[in-house]
């Protein structure tokens, strides 16, 4: 498993990153610094994750698929609050 930490890092970097981890479960991403910006930056990436993931199964609903996409919206609406900038994915 992959390890990877999140701190200091710039805005391009955070996405290369969370982009190589929504396609990579093997990735585990800490993430550091202010809490709420932790909290958005995981909620999203769960969210883009579990999307992805759905979208890869054959045997998903309509209804799974439309759920999880409404969880991503709403948690890349909270990631462009906090961060200021869209959630790219």
Known sequence: MM???LDHTS??????LMARAILDKNIFIEIKGNNSRAIAARAVLEASRELF???GQPNVSLIEIREALDRKHYAAAH???IFNESWRF
């Open 79 to 81: 990631y462009q609050k």
């Open 3 to 5: 390890k990877e930490q």
């Open 53 to 55: 993931n759905f979208l």
């Open 11 to 16: 805005t391009d970097q955070l996405h290369a």
